[in-house]
């Protein structure tokens, strides 16, 4: 489907790759356990489609991500190695991974010298230069310096304007996106540009003040606000109904009361848990107790929607057209509090609705739910889908647009080099 956000960009398949110097920036950043072994491989799963293709098409390829936050301690370059992923990639494609030490060195357009089609490279972590963070046009430099084309499948690090994301493909005339991204973008789209009524958003997780912009925006185009998680009990609080030692944001209580006085005024329905599971403490999986209503009792802490909610929000879900979910119902790690969150999982995919996830923790509840395959789509970017349904426009896929060359605008670079100066159109 076209997507109105995807106008004038190309995309890698717009491009003949064979026997060139691809450079794929890929959100290749999985958690890692304590031994250093992948515990959740969504992202590289997802790229694959981007890198088979290339691999197909000929191309010589370099693989670049960033991996985690480095911050230059002593350690970090150990702690924050690409190697897990390279090695991943190496048994998953059945090829060797030339992992690169130092990806702005000139011994990496040497390497690539020798590069045959379908073979691959893998760039260090590209935050282990300052210049990556601070979208430095030196770095970016020195990685145009190799790539003939580039290509952005890093939805989730498309938020940040950092130089493997702005930078590079401002300098390098022949960019766009992957396989991954697009779709990303045509989803987020569908519901954030014409969603299909009735659109019920669902939105839990911890603490109202990481999604103020989002409920803003997403109140103005939903049908219905579900709210769960933690997050209710700010929204409860507000309506003077009692919530324990239950997680609430105090300096957001008014927000919240202003929030549901404009649901009423523009007759959209916000709907809150009416019981809740509780316990004496976070730890405490023996005292779980499910509420009789909304009230949580003093000493008591919410860590789940009850049974009554539950029922509540699927007759809602039941009839919509267009889902988007962020946040877990509950406390969804501890498996005693995950039932909500699971169940919500369910209905959501029982629906006839496209069904939208948002990333981070959401994507985490929907693959811990065993439905992962049963929504529409998973997004891999938790800040990147929030700032995109926000309708900000990304840093990376601005710098996707095509670039106007003017001869009028020539720059003198500090090496003395007579390069054009990239103009957006
Ligand atoms: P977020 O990143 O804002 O989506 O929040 C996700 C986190 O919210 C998860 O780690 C959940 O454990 C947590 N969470 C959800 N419900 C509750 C609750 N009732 N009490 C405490 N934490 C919660």
Do not use: C
């Not at 110097?21 to 515990?39: A, H, K, Q, Y």
């Not at 690090?157 to 960019?175: G, M, N, T, W, Y």
């Amino acid at each position: 489907m076209a997507s109105k956000t995807l106008e004038g960009i190309k995309s890698i398949e717009n491009f003949q790759i064979e026997d060139k110097r691809l450079f794929l920036r890929l959100d290749l950043n999985v958690p890692l356990d304590e031994s250093g072994r992948i515990t959740d491989d969504t992202r590289i799963l997802a790229a694959m489609p981007t890198i088979r293709y290339a691999i197909d098409k000929g191309a010589k390829i370099i693989l670049a991500s960033h991996f985690g936050r480095p911050k230059g301690k002593p350690g970090d370059r150990e702690k924050y190695s690409l190697e897990p992923v390279a090695a991943y990639l190496n048994d998953a494609l059945k090829k060797e991974i030339i992992l690169v030490e130092e990806p702005a060195a000139n011994a990496t357009k040497q390497l690539l010298s020798g590069l045959k089609p379908s073979q691959i490279i893998m760039l260090e972590n590209l935050r282990f230069d300052p210049g990556e963070e601070k979208n430095d046009r030196e770095f970016a430099q020195k990685l145009a310096a190799f790539t003939d084309i580039y290509i952005n499948d890093a939805f989730g690090a498309s938020h940040r304007a950092h130089a493997s994301i702005v930078a590079l493909p401002e300098l390098v005339e022949k960019h766009g996106l992957g396989f991954l991204m697009r779709k990303e973008i045509e989803m987020l789209d569908r519901v954030r540009l014409n969603p299909e009524a009735p659109f019920v958003a669902v939105l839990g997780g911890a603490k109202v003040s990481d999604k103020i912009e989002v409920i803003e925006v997403l109140m103005d185009k939903v049908d219905t606000l579900i709210i769960g998680g933690a997050m209710a009990y700010t929204f409860l609080a507000a309506q003077n109904i009692s919530t324990g030692k239950s997680l609430v944001e105090k300096d957001k209580v008014r927000f919240a009361g202003e929030l549901l006085e404009r649901a009423k005024a523009r007759k959209k329905k916000l709907l809150l848990p009416v019981d809740h599971k509780i316990t004496r403490d976070i730890k405490d999986t023996a005292s779980l107790t499910i509420t009789e209503n909304a009230a949580i009792p003093e000493g008591w802490m919410g860590v789940d929607i009850g049974p009554k909610t539950i029922a509540l929000y699927a007759q809602e879900l039941a009839r919509a057209k267009t889902v988007f979910w962020n946040g877990p119902m509950g406390v969804f790690e501890t498996p005693e509090f995950a039932e909500g969150t699971f169940a919500v999982a369910q209905l959501i995919t029982e629906s006839s609705a496209i069904t939208v996830v948002g990333g981070g923790d959401s994507a985490a509840a929907a693959h811990a739910s065993g439905l992962a395959d049963k929504f529409s789509h998973i997004s891999t970017g938790g800040g990147a889908s929030l700032e995109f349904l926000q309708g900000e426009a990304l840093p990376g896929i601005g710098a996707l647009k095509p670039i106007k060359r003017s001869d009028k605008e020539m720059l003198i670079e500090s090496t003395g080099e007579v390069i054009e100066e990239p103009k957006r159109q």
